[in-house]
Structures are given as C-alpha cells and as structure tokens.
C-alpha cells in the first residue's frame, strides 16, 4: 500500500517511520526546505520531548473532549517512546520536575536521530513541497502540490497547526481537511505570552520571579497555576504563564501574582514589622530587600503607595498594604501574543469526526489525522510532544 504522509514534524516523521515499519511505501510532503524545523525550536532549543507524567494525567490535554488523547497515549505512552528512541541511538535524561531531554540538551539530536531514521526506511522524502488539494475517489487519494501530484491509498495528515509561523505554523491542514468534509474548531494561541498593562512589567523587564497565578474576571476565577514568570516590556511570560494563556478571553481579565506563595499574608506581615524595628531609617521602597528582587520589591512598595518615605514612620496599616500587593499583585489583562509568537494552537480539526482507536476519519476512510493539526493541546513540559509521538505512532499503524 502507498501512504502519503502530510507535514514533516514530529508526528508526521513518527507516523511515516511506524507506517514504513509495517511494510508500506511512504511518501512524506514537507513545505519547508527540510524536516522536523519547528521541532529545533522546542523546549528553548532543548527539546522537552516528554513528560514522565504525559501518560498519567490526562488532565493535562485540552480541547472539546480531552479524552480523545487516552487511547493513544496507552498505546504508545511515555515509556515506549523513551525506549523507542532509545533504538534510534537517543540517550535522554530526566530532571526533576519529570521533564525529559535528550542528554545531549539539544533538540538537534533528536531531529537528527529521526531524519537518519527516514533514510535507513527508505521513505520518499520531498521537501520544499507544499500540499495544496487533495481529494479521494473509489477510496484512491490524490494529492496536489504546485506541479507535482502525488497518488496513494492512504493519508496521514501531520501538517500541525497555525502557532509558530516563523518556523513552519501554517493553516494548511485545516483548508485540506474541509475539502474532504471535515470541520475545524475555533483557533487561538496557546502556550504564549499573556499581555497587560505595560506599567508595572515593563519597569520590570527581564525580572524572574516564581509566583502562584490566579487568571480572575471580577471575584469568578478563570484559572490558575504556579512556577517562574517573567516580566517583559508589554506583559508577563514563563512557563507558567503559557499554561494560563489558553484560558484568556474576553474582556475585564486581572492576572493576580502571589510573589511569596510560600508563606501565608499574615505571616509577611510579621515579617515586615520585624523589617520595620532592623531598618528604620530606610527608605520604603528597600523594605522588601532580601526577599524579593530588588527591582521587584521596588515596584510591590511602589504600588502599595510608598517610596521615600522613612520605614519607621510606617503604620502597621502601611506594611499589612504592602503585605496585601506581594501576595495579591494585580495586573489588567488586554490579551495574549499571537500565532507567530505561541507555541501551540488550541482547536483544530474536530476529534468527534476521527475514531480514537484510530485516528482515522469517520467520514473518509483512508484518511488519518495526528498531532497539533487535531483539536487536542497539551500543557507546557513536554505534553504537546508526546501527543505527537503517541498520535503519529497510531496514525502509522494504518488500521
């Protein structure tokens, strides 16, 4: 059987590599001049390529049903892919947050590993090569791209979605998707910087911090989370803030900070007053010194409505203000950054019209779909990466 496999990524070269395994003729289409480019720029370089807990908890996919992701992921799940990759010649090292890399700490390795693989299989690499029409008769594909056109028995749709367009994020497989029938959901960015007003974040720019996260409108909370943000000229970023972005929408979004979640408001307050009577001839705007970055601690005193005033003359009214900003730092939300700038694209082609056990279309047989290209968007740590390995495995197997 002839399968033609639809985009170069990750789920597309694991689906062209398992279909080439099992005996088929594989044609793989990359737009780009070469495979696996979004890929290089996963993890900061690094490649995250997986989660140890990617395969326990589901509840770290998204879309309009979340559990659309649980048969593949059983199928091919997180050990079967370190072991998988192992075979290529991948060595990998887990850190303690359960984030995996390849030992290497390059993303290199792992592009390089899969693209030595595609030569070994003997699969017909075209690169370059962007597919533009398909259609199907008596259960026969054919695919156009600008002059060439490609005939298989079947399809495996990899081409990803419309986040990173710098590095490949195109629409493509959507269009190609709704000439066959299918319906694509509602697409916004995903894993991405959270814009608010530049006040406060740009006088912090480049400012790590680690923070619990409350994504708020009005008193009903939206969302929340926890881990390093990082303050930029027109919002906040950082790990933690990309899982709360697919939660932005709409108007009237406060972003609200915890700067010392460890520690209960009460509990900073006593700190301070005891600050107070160590520096008392300071000015305010040093008083949280020692505690938070400099600049950072500037800005919570600043605020709060202090900043030369001498900390001795504070009341404990004053320093329960400030206790109150560090532990409930609000900034307006006006949105997030774009498709360029995400990492992921939540919505997609919907999963009600594709079997899970499968991944093959209910509406065309033949016609398989895998990775970012479906309705499904993982978490930030390496979610979205098994879900392509998992989902291109089962695309593969071609049943």
């Not at 398992?18 to 490649?47: D, F, I, M, P, W």
């Not at 887990?94 to 984030?99: H, I, K, L, S, T």
């Not at 990899?158 to 986040?163: I, L, N, V």
């Not at 972003?255 to 000015?283: I, K, S, V, Y």
């Amino acid at each position: 059987m002839t399968v033609t496999v639809i985009g170069g990524g990750a789920a597309g070269m694991v689906a062209a590599l398992t279909a080439a395994r099992r005996g088929h003729r594989v044609l793989l289409l990359e737009r780009q001049s070469r495979v696996g480019r979004k890929l290089l720029s996963t993890g900061n370089g690094r490649c995250n390529l997986t989660n140890h807990r990617a395969d326990t908890e589901p509840t770290h996919y998204h879309g309009a049903d979340p559990a659309f992701v649980l048969p593949a992921l059983r199928r091919f799940g997180v050990a079967d892919t370190l072991r998988w990759f192992s075979e290529l010649g991948l060595m990998t090292a887990e850190e303690p947050d359960g984030r995996i890399y390849p030992r290497s700490n390059m993303a290199g390795s792992v592009l390089d590993v899969l693209r030595y693989a595609l030569d070994r299989e003997k699969i017909e690499l075209h690169t370059g090569c962007a597919a533009e029409h398909i259609s199907v008769k008596d259960h026969h594909f054919t695919v156009l791209a600008g002059t060439s056109v490609f005939h298989s028995d079947a399809v495996i749709l990899a081409a990803g979605g419309a986040a990173g367009g710098k590095v490949g994020g195109v629409r493509d497989g959507y269009t190609l998707s709704e000439e066959l029938g299918h319906r694509t959901t509602a697409l916004h960015p995903s894993l991405v910087q959270i814009k608010t007003d530049p006040t406060y974040p740009r006088a912090l720019k480049g400012v790590k911090a680690e923070a619990a996260l409350r994504l708020l409108r009005g008193e009903k909370l939206l969302a929340e989370g926890g881990g390093e943000v990082l303050f930029t000229e027109y919002g906040v970023s950082g790990p933690a803030i990309f899982d709360l972005s697919r939660a932005v929408s709409g108007a009237d979004l406060t972003l609200e900070l915890d700067l010392l979640p460890e520690l209960h408001e009460n509990d900073t307050f006593a700190w301070l007053c005891a600050r107070r009577t160590a520096m008392g001839e300071q000015e305010a705007q040093t008083l949280l010194t020692g505690a938070l970055h400099a600049r950072l601690g500037q800005i919570i005193c600043k605020a709060s409505g202090f900043t030369s005033q001498i900390i001795r003359g504070l009341t404990d009214a004053d320093l329960r203000r400030i206790a109150r900003t560090a532990h409930r730092f609000s900034l307006p939300v006006t949105g997030v950054c774009g498709f360029d700038q995400a990492q992921v694209t939540a919505g997609g082609l919907r999963t009600d019209e594709f079997d899970p056990q499968t991944l093959q279309s209910r509406l065309v047989p033949g016609f398989y779909a895998c990775g970012e290209v479906l309705d499904v968007d993982g978490d930030c740590g390496g979610y979205n990466l098994q879900w392509a390995w998992s989902s291109g495995r089962l695309a593969g197997m071609l049943e």
